[in-house]
Every structure is written in C-alpha cells, then in structure tokens.
C-alpha cells in the first residue's frame, strides 16, 4: 500500500467526526447551570491557548514563558475598541490577534537567543506586559481592571447566554485545531520537525531557521489574542492578575501534563488544570502548595504527560 504523504492526510478522520459531534452535545447536557456552563467555557478558552502553546513548545521545541502576556493583549485590544471606540466585535476580535501579532513583532529579535537565555526573555517580555496592563491605568484601569466590556454580537444577534457562548468558542476552537493539524501536515512542518530535533542540520539544509522561529511566535501570539477577546467579551471584565505569570505556568502545564507533541493531549491537559485550578481554589492560601505538589508527582510518575501514558498502555496491548 503507497504511504499517504504527511500534508495530505485527512483531518476529518472517523474519530474525529465522533469527538466533534459528542462535543456539539455538550450543552444539552449541562445547559441548565450556569456554573458548569462557565466552566466549561472557560476550558475551551484555556484550550486554544494550550494548543498555541504545544505547536511553539512542544513542535517547535521554544519555551515560551511569557505566553499569558499575549492573552492580555488581546483582551485588551478587544475590550478598548469596543467599549471606548464603539468598534463591532468582529473587527475588534481580528484587531485584538492583530494587536498580539505586533506584540509578537516586537519580541522576535530574541529568537536568535538560544534554549535558557531565550526562555528568560519571553519570561521578562511576559513581565513587561504585565507591568504595562497594571500601570498604564488610562488604557487599562490599572490593578481595579477593564469592566463593562459587551457581549459579543454576530449577524445582528447579541451572544448572552452561556450556551450559545460554547458555540463559538467550540467554532474557534475546532478551527485552531484544524489549522495547527494542517500546520504540522505541511512542509513548514516537517521543517518544523527537523528543527526541533537538530537546528543546525536544519541551517545546513537550506531552512531559514530563524524565520521558522518567528512565523511560530506569529501564529501562536494571534491564537492567544483571539482567546484573549473571546475571554474579554464572555466574563465581561478583565485585570491584570489574569495575564501574569500564574497563567503562563498553567499554560505551560496544560501543555506538559497532557503531553508534549500531542495536540489532544494539550486539550486534556487545559481540562485537568482548570478542573484542578477550580477543586483546589476552596482551599485558599493553601491551594497552591496542594496544587504544586499533585502536579510534581504526576509528573514524577508520567514523565511523558498522559499522552505518553495512553501510548505505552497502547502498545502493551498489541503485545503478544
């Protein structure tokens, strides 16, 4: 049998179609509480994030620890040109990933920094911005936060209830897995692959390494400020706390725990996080050191996240 070549692989597999449908379901299940609504809305959010971190960190080998920083600028972009400027959600959204690619622009003279030294950078660049949405309070209202933000509004029908909320974030949602899918089935992918195995093969190959890195940083900074004005537009209020470094490490564990070069298991991994965030939350002071300790142990156990533990359990079963 001819081997189908990697960019030419179907996304709409059998199991796929199964995965979107059941998820299509989801509000007729729990559409009566409002609190699990939200939750479950929240995850979605903490999703696209998760995958626009995998495809940085986990294909592109980049560790990218300023992420929740590019959130904020979409947040931001998306709740000033609504509120202030009386913008429509539509161009305030596409302004809001706009704003976070200029974000982006601005930091990719780092990608020539190499491993630790880069990570650090991203790490104060997240600082920076965090400092700026407490700081500049003309723009951002400062530590109290961006309130009255509108409720989204597509074709003339203003998006209110939780329900109908999911959908669209369920449509952005898809649509970023589906274009990250045909991403890494594509030949940016495969140089993408090589990259991340040996960067100096890659050079002497012929691939603009350097462009690889920034394109990277490009895509998945416009993810974080789409999900950044979905979440501005959901909650209806923002602050700065939301954007700091707390959120880019739960990022980065969603990524981590759910497994690195698994975009599934980054969608696992938001759900485990924001479920374990929300059950250790009554905890108080002391969720944190719980929280931090589960996630040690997990990781001491699952070295490679639970898509490695299904792959192992996989390949055990089709042992003789």
Known sequence: MKPTVSWLQRFWTPWNVTTVALLALVPLVIGNSPYYMFLVNTIAIYAM??????????YGGILQLGYAGFFGLGAYASA???????????AAFIAAMAVAVAGAVIMSPIVRLRDVNFAMATFVFGLILE???NQWSEVTNGPIGFRSILAPTLFGVTIVEPQHYYYLLFAFLLAEYALIFRILHSPFGTALRGMRENET???????DVTGVKVALLLVSSAIAGAAGSLLAHMNGFISPPTFGWSTSVAILMMVV???????PGAIVGAIVIRLALEWTSVLGQHSNIVFGVALVLFMAFLPNGLAGLVNRLRSKAHQP
Do not use: D, E, M
Not at 257 to 263: E, F
């Open 49 to 58: 994030l998760a995958l626009g971190l995998q495809l940085v960190l986990g």
């Open 80 to 90: 000033v040109l609504t509120t202030k400027f009386g913008w429509s959600f539509p």
């Open 131 to 133: 400092l700026v949405y």
């Open 201 to 207: 093969a890659c050079k002497t190959s012929g691939v």
């Open 257 to 263: 725990l759910g497994g690195v070069r698994s975009l």
